[in-house]
């Protein structure tokens, strides 16, 4: 891999705010189309929700997430216009939809249907089953897997999300108790998280059920590129494996250190983050400084790839 060629990493719920996408569609053809069609497509008004908000519309999971996922192929629309292509994909979460479509796994009108429909069933499931998730900060993750099988209950790890940051995920009182014992621990930070559901846990298995049933309707092909999925951490070889990772990813954990360290030991050392925020540049650099993660999610950022500043 040459040292000029980049790997695309793409963001997940989190990521969002208000105002995002707003510059894309204002300045670039390409983004201004992937809204529309888009918004065509969702039957939801996403641009408005994006651009203007307000942020407590733009949190909610059945609008976050679309949200996102428009952002991100608008900004992946723009770079693939000027040239730029990616030799290898992952997302966190939500984001890995954003790598299938840039693999060609997915098309456009399927991605986003199936991001909708995911969106609309963990907003549900959260409504029906109340749970929450809480990040574990400054501690080994060996050590939040015993905290949560001390702690009781249904509470499990949802997203490694570097070696000293687990999010945890489960019922309200399981994770509370984790939350404590956490904190005897030696934790630096434990934070509760401002969600709607205890995503990633076998709370959502009724969802992960459903969607799996839908996802049987959507065609998926073979990946142009390599993609890194969630589930295992590990390159996904086939539409099968795909197919039976995002079936897993509501109920299974987010690999994402093994997901980066997957993408390296493959020769990717320089990344791009195309779509809001910069949050998965911050887990990278504490998962192994050696690597960049460029921004790629606002016009000035993508002008300046494209100038080759």
Not at 72 to 82: D, E, K, M
Not at 159 to 181: C, D, F
Not at 271 to 294: H, K, N, S, Y
């Amino acid at each position: 891999m040459s040292p000029t060629s980049f790997a695309f990493l793409f963001p997940g719920q989190g990521s969002q705010y208000v105002g995002m996408g707003a510059d894309l569609y204002e300045t670039f053809p390409s983004a201004r189309d992937t809204y529309d069609r888009a918004e065509d497509i969702l039957q939801l008004p996403i641009k408005r929700i994006s651009f203007e908000g307000p942020e407590e519309e733009l949190r909610q999971t059945r609008y976050t997430q679309p949200a996102i996922l428009t952002h991100s192929l608008a900004c992946l629309s723009v770079l693939t216009s000027g040239s730029f292509h990616p030799t290898l994909a992952a997302g966190h979460s939500l984001g890995e939809y954003s790598a299938l479509y840039a693999a060609g796994c997915l098309e456009f009108e399927s991605v986003l249907k199936l991001v909708k429909r995911r969106a609309f069933l963990m907003f549900n499931e959260g409504e029906k089953r109340p749970g929450t998730m809480a990040a574990i900060i400054g501690i080994d993750s060996a050590i939040v897997e015993a905290i949560c099988v001390e702690a009781g209950g249904v509470v499990v790890p949802a997203n490694y999300n570097e070696p000293k940051q687990t999010v945890i995920s489960g019922e309200p009182e399981a994770v509370k108790r984790a939350m404590e014992l956490a904190k005897g621990r030696g934790a630096l930070k434990v934070v509760q998280l401002p969600v709607s559901g205890a995503f990633h846990s076998p709370l959502l298995f009724e969802s992960a059920q459903e969607f799996a049933e839908y996802l049987r309707s959507i065609k998926v092909h073979p990946p142009r590129f390599p993609v890194v999925m969630n589930v295992t951490g590990r390159i996904a070889q086939s539409p099968d494996e795909v197919r039976t990772n995002l079936e897993k990813q509501l109920i299974s954990p987010v690999q994402w250190v093994r997901t980066i360290r997957s993408a390296k030991e493959i020769g990717c050392h320089n990344f791009l983050e195309v779509g809001p925020g910069q949050v998965l540049a911050g887990l990278v650099r504490r998962i192994d400084r050696e690597l960049v993660v460029r921004p790629a999610g606002k016009a000035t950022e993508l002008k300046g790839l494209m100038e080759g500043v």
